[in-house]
């Protein structure tokens, strides 16, 4: 015969594994480079992606796919939980350029993103700033692109999904 704590954690068990994965899908963004200066500088929304939050504080990882519609380009993905300005951002139009060296806005790409003219390339990313902005239901995001490339025409951040990280 089965002790009635054991039949509880079981159920408890089976009822968690019902809402297990959490996943949250964002908005896409796309970020228009020819007319922006960007040498060694942050791309960033003047206005977040919202998103329902989680039920769950957590850590998270934020999954998706780049696309690069010109020639070859490497870049990395940043963020903020917070409105980037002040020091080290300037307002341009709907965007923010921001200086990654301030600290205002922080990498979240576990690795550059590099692109062939056209491909679309899958990204992940992660860390602190992420997980605030998660907790949050908000996060403004932005691109740098590496240095010495010329830049122009449009990236694509696409298909964006948030999911509890398993470490």
Known sequence: MKSPARVLLLMGLLTACQSAPITVPLPDAQFQLASIPTAGRVIMYAQPLTFDRPPISARYVLEGQARYQQTNL????????????????????SYFICDPAVGVVTKLTTAPINFSGGATQPFTLQGAVLNQAVNQGQIWLGVQIAANQLSSGEVFLRQMTVKVAVF
């Open 74 to 93: 490497s870049l990395e993905v940043y963020g903020s939980a917070f409105q980037p300005g002040g020091s080290g951002c300037q307002a341009v139009g």
